[in-house]
């Protein structure tokens, strides 16, 4: 026997429902257990007995020493710091590294924050989108040429590749909405341009051009 339509009617309407308790509920459940993952494991780092008394104190902390790197004084010793691990071997690799990775997303130095399209193919159809890091490529013999990281999608990683200015145009949009578009796999809302919309990158460098970039 077959199910009445109205029987169907309300099948459907109860998958739906479930359907968007689930996408409204995963989400924040998913969040809301790697906070208190977090918040715990910086207890026990800790030995704090109450429960998000780590995080708050490494907040604290945190922003305590970001006050305190802000001074002359204390900028000349992590100044000396900083070219003590640089000196040493394989400590500069995991240092500078950790570093500039930091420093690309919330650092003074940001680097992730000049989205652009890129023509894949000279006179294809194919585009993709990414970050330019590096405006100028002279030091590596590649005037013209600039260099643009490419986020993958649901994933902490990502191909930088380098490209001519030609064929990279910049993106008048917010870098964090495009960041998370193209992590999202395309999914989230799409970023809303600005007044300049699309524009071609900078002219190529010319023969004149220093190493580090400048025009001479």
Known sequence: MRPRPAEQGFTRRLLTYFLRGLVFLTPVGVTAYICVVVFRAIDGWLGLPIPGAGFAVSLALITLFGFLASSFITRSLIGALDDLLERLPFV???????????????????????????????????????????????QLDMPGYVSVYMPHSYNFSGQMYLFPTSAVSRLDANSSDMMAFIVSGGVTEIPTLGSAGTTPLAAPLTSTDRADGTSA
């Open 92 to 138: 500069r690799l995991l240092y500078s590294s950790t570093r500039d990775l930091v420093n690309a997303f919330v650092g003074e130095k940001r680097r992730f924050d000049k989205p652009v399209v890129v023509e894949l193919f000279p006179g294809g159809n194919p585009r993709a989108l990414g970050f330019v890091t590096q405006e100028a490529l002279a």
